[in-house]
DNA sequence: AATTCTGACAACCGCATGTGA
DNA sequence: TTCACATGCGGTTGTCAGAAT
């Protein structure tokens, strides 16, 4: 019987959004809130596919967006957590705030892609173009992965080891959303299967006080992710932490970017009118807080 | 000045997945 | 359990601006 178009394509505009359909779009999610794509275009009177209604207000209109270009810091945690998820953009996009899937997705493919080759690394595989090892197949006998140090020239590339064996147990106390774990469990086992594969990753979790020490921001100290998860504003102000309008910076850690934030995890360094202090019992993960990879104890 | 090339990014398309009747 | 519908996701394409020739 085959599948029903999401949409009559007959008498919808297609191409580049006009200022008017833009207006109207968020005129109508302004009074009616996100929902409902299929009927959003009639109702809002536009004369578009409720997926593409969806896309443009996801993608461009979204207030909360981040625009502009993407931080030094941005383009090494998309590298990481590429490394470990893959083209899973949305998973990636869920640990940048204000960024959405496409944005990234077409970050990667533009410059991130580019910027790894001239690396020297393989942006498929994230191993050294001229390792000879570098195949799919190829596996390490230990409890490891292999990645190349991101701060190094192509011309002499170097791979160091991280292991994941130590902080597993830990990890895995803060875990929040089941399906969200059996799919980057998985992910992780298809991309690392050396990895041991107790090592999770949570989606960001909400604050037990519910933001009241966290964030000043009244009524969007909490939104909603494109894949429904609730992401702190408390970390999405904490990433541009010159931004902040408070006297205390907060450098996030990847733990809490991971969403395990209060943890004996979390590194992240906390500057109060230029005092900067640090969770003496933090750890690292993934030394993303000095932004490369190290070498396992 | 005209043409071609290239990079960037918005938007589209098809398939997968979730959900409720 | 099945089916239809709504939504989400990832790959791909189209378009445009700026650079190069």
């Known amino acids: 019987m085959g599948r029903s178009p999401c949409c009559e394509k007959a008498h919808t505009n297609k191409g580049a959004w006009t200022k008017e359909e833009d207006d ?3 005129a109508y999610i302004r ?7 299929r009927s959003l275009p009639k109702a ?4 578009r596919c409720g997926k593409s209604c969806r896309l443009r207000w996801i993608n461009y209109l979204r ?10 810091e941005e383009d090494e945690l998309i590298i990481k957590l590429h490394s470990l998820l893959g083209n899973k953009w949305s998973l990636i996009a869920g640990r940048l705030p204000g960024r959405t899937d496409n944005e990234i997705k077409n970050y990667w493919n533009t410059h991130i892609r580019r910027k790894l080759i001239n690396r020297g690394i393989d942006p498929a595989t994230h191993r050294p173009v001229n390792d000879n090892n570098n195949s799919p197949n190829h596996q390490t006998t230990n409890t490891s992965q292999t990645v190349a140090n991101s701060n190094i020239s192509s011309l002499e590339v170097k791979t ?3 292991s994941f064996a130590n902080t597993t147990t830990a990890l895995a106390h803060h875990l929040v959303k089941e399906e969200f774990e059996e799919e980057t469990k998985h992910v992780v086992q298809e991309r690392c299967p050396d990895l041991n594969l107790e090592l999770r990753i949570s989606p ?5 006080q519910n933001n009241s020490s966290s964030s000043s921001s009244s009524s969007s100290s909490s939104y909603m ?3 429904g998860q609730h992401v702190s504003y408390h970390h999405k102000q904490s990433l541009k932490t010159g931004r902040r309008n408070s006297s205390v910076v907060t450098s996030i850690c990847f733990a809490c970017s991971l969403g395990i934030e209060n943890s ?3 590194s992240c360094t906390t500057s109060v009118n230029g005092t900067t202090t640090s969770n003496s019992t933090g750890y690292d993960f993934l030394a993303l807080k000095a932004g490369v990879w190290t070498t396992e104890a």
Not at 31 to 37: K, L, Y
Not at 44 to 47: F, K, M, T, V
């Open 24 to 26: 109207r779009l968020i």
């Open 31 to 37: 009074a009616h809130g996100e929902g409902c794509w």
């Open 44 to 47: 809002a009177g536009l004369l």
């Open 63 to 72: 207030p909360d967006l981040k625009r502009g270009n993407f931080t030094e």
């Open 160 to 162: 160091t080891t991280i």
């Open 204 to 208: 960001p979790h909400y604050h037990h």
């Open 225 to 227: 992710q494109p894949q």
């Open 264 to 266: 004996k995890e979390c």
